[in-house]
């Protein structure tokens, strides 16, 4: 059985709760595992930072979303309308002034007549219509400015508040997290790390005794192999022998005869030959 460090023993080892067996277990396991010290690592620099953190109200930078250039009122796509028709009404109002352009509504008629062009006379008295000049039309335009600008402030500042909060809420919520694992970490009793370290030490005699029973079954069947080969080479070099001292045995009998033959035809040559000269003698 492999040993795996989880979190909580990552926290403790970073804390120095671990001792003896358990810290040298965890350097090891550090030493083969680089996901481990990294993990190790990233606790460690969480650690710093929130050491770092003191007892009191985090104020979030500033985010603002989209283009956080300086922009102009100018080069607002609304402004420039605004500005586009207030621009249109004022040379209306300039071309009119300038071509003696008036209008008038009186008995229900509206008249539109040029300097010097020829009146009709309403049937009952007109009123003047009130007419705007070019600074009231320039101070209504400022004061829609201005209200346009202050409800984009509002808007504006409504939504950095939010944002504001909601970080904040979220700083508290990871550090509750945080707080709580390491309390938890913290809590474990000597009598769980004992009870922890007695079934590793179970375990791993289990394994030792496993291996050693393993590994005496794994000579035995090495020895008996060992002797039937060693069997087999004898049997082997017996009948290599036997086929050996045959054949010799059979190649001296072939020696054996072959020689004897040839010791009969010599005696037999050398009793023709004496009996030949006998009958000679007699002869002569």
């Known amino acids: 059985m492999g040993y ?9 080892y970073l804390y120095g ?8 277990a965890m350097e090891k396991y550090l030493h083969e595992h680089a996901e481990s010290r990294e993990e190790l690592e990233k606790l460690r620099q969480l650690r710093n930072t929130l050491s770092h953190v003191q007892d009191k109200e985090v104020i979030a930078p500033p985010i603002f979303l989209g283009d956080t250039r300086q922009r102009f009122f100018g080069s607002i796509p609304y402004f420039k309308t605004i500005l586009s028709i207030a621009a249109s009404l004022l040379i209306l ?12 509504y009186a008995g229900r008629q509206m008249v539109i007549s040029f ?6 006379k309403p049937t009952e008295t007109p009123t003047p ?43 508290a919520a990871n550090s509750a997290k945080i707080d709580n694992l390491v309390r938890e970490s913290s809590a474990a009793s000597q009598e769980q790390i004992r009870q922890f370290v007695s079934g590793m030490q179970t375990e ?24 039937v080969d060693f069997a087999k080479y004898l049997q082997q070099q017996r009948n290599d022998d036997l086929q050996i001292v045959q054949t010799q045995m059979k190649s001296l ?20 030959t004496v009996g030949n000269s006998n009958s000679l003698g007699v002869k002569n």
């Open 4 to 12: 795996k460090a989880s979190e909580q023993d990552l926290i403790a």
């Open 253 to 272: 009998q072939q020696n054996t005869d072959v020689l004897k033959q040839e010791t009969e035809q010599i005696l037999s040559s050398i009793i023709s």
């Open 115 to 120: 300097s010097g062009g020829s009146q009709v």
């Open 129 to 171: 219509a009130p007419s705007l000049t070019s600074d009231e039309v320039n101070k209504m335009i400022h004061s829609a400015l201005n209200e346009n600008n202050q409800a984009m402030q509002t808007s504006w500042t409504e939504t950095q508040q939010k944002l504001d909060a909601s970080i904040t809420k979220n700083l």
């Open 204 to 227: 791993n005699m289990q394994l030792v005794k496993n291996y050693f029973q393993l590994s005496s079954n794994e000579q035995k069947q090495y020895v008996e192999s060992l002797l």
């Open 93 to 104: 109002l300039m071309a009119a002034k300038l071509s003696g352009l008036q209008l008038r």
């Open 17 to 24: 709760e671990l001792e003896g067996i358990e810290k040298e």
